[in-house]
């Protein structure tokens, strides 16, 4: 596609509830990243996946995060049993080439509200 | 310990003025690169001007000036000629490049922009 897709773009959910979030980057783009931005915040990294290589896990806050990218492309982050503290916006981005100066293409992210 | 500083939570500008934003980061690997994104209040990231550890030059994108610092591990943004739409939140970040491949970008936790008109 032509950028980035993030869905659901909302998703209010009740404290307990598993979450899946869908991330679709731009064809080709063979890296890709989620973040998490809290309300008023900077961007925490979470996870990444490069090509085929293991993905990068080392910012996940917890084992109720995982994340998976099937075929190279489409990514899902799952969170398990939310807490409110898992509210944020997520964004996931995707890049062209890792090693180089390209910036990431950020999707418009999922607004995740635990209630 | 805090990769990316960034000092100022909020910077008013004058329309037409000069803004400089202020970034220091923290790296011990002798090739990073230095970014710069602008979230508007409608949330999306803009990729705005990079800066690599070993470019000879500091960054220019049309308004957008990177001040490369390199001793003083400094990246400050220079937006030449604020306009109303430069108003929002700009973020710092670096990727250090190691042998085995690169990290993801580290944030800094972001400067609000104010342009008055």
């Known amino acids: 596609g032509a950028g980035v897709s993030q869905s659901p773009s909302n998703k209010v959910t009740e404290k307990g509830k598993d979450v899946e979030l869908r991330c679709d980057p731009i064809?080709?783009?063979?890296?890709l990243y989620w973040y998490r931005q809290s309300l008023g915040q900077g961007l925490e990294f979470l996870i990444y996946?490069?090509?085929?290589?293991?993905?990068?896990k080392s910012g996940l806050p917890s084992d109720r995060f995982s994340a998976e990218r099937t075929g190279g492309s489409v990514s899902t982050l799952t969170i398990q049993r939310t807490q409110q503290e898992d509210s944020a916006v997520y964004l996931c981005?995707?890049?062209?080439?890792?090693?180089?100066?390209?910036?990431?293409?950020f999707g418009s992210g999922t607004r995740l509200t635990v209630v | 310990a805090q990769k990316i500083t960034q000092t100022q939570p909020g910077m008013f500008v004058q329309e037409k003025e000069a803004v400089t934003l202020d970034c220091t980061y923290d790296?011990?690997?002798?090739?990073?690169?230095l970014f710069w994104y602008k979230q508007p209040s409608s949330g999306e990231m803009i990729f705005l001007i990079y800066?690599?550890?070993?470019?000879?030059q500091n960054a220019t994108e049309g308004r957008y000036s990177l001040n490369f610092q390199k001793a003083r591990k400094s990246a400050n943004l220079v937006i030449s000629a604020s306009q109303l739409g430069d108003s929002a939140m700009y973020f710092c970040?670096?990727?250090?490049?190691?042998?085995?491949?690169?990290?993801?970008?580290?944030f800094g936790k972001g400067t609000r922009l104010s342009v008055i008109a």
């Open positions: 790296t011990s690997d002798p090739s990073y690169g």
């Open positions: 970040a670096m990727r250090e490049v190691e042998w085995a491949g690169n990290t993801p970008l580290v």
């Open positions: 981005a995707s890049s062209l080439d890792v090693k180089g100066r390209y910036g990431y293409t």
């Open positions: 800066q690599g550890s070993y470019d000879q």
């Open positions: 996946f490069q090509g085929n290589s293991a993905p990068d």
């Open positions: 064809s080709g783009h063979t890296a």
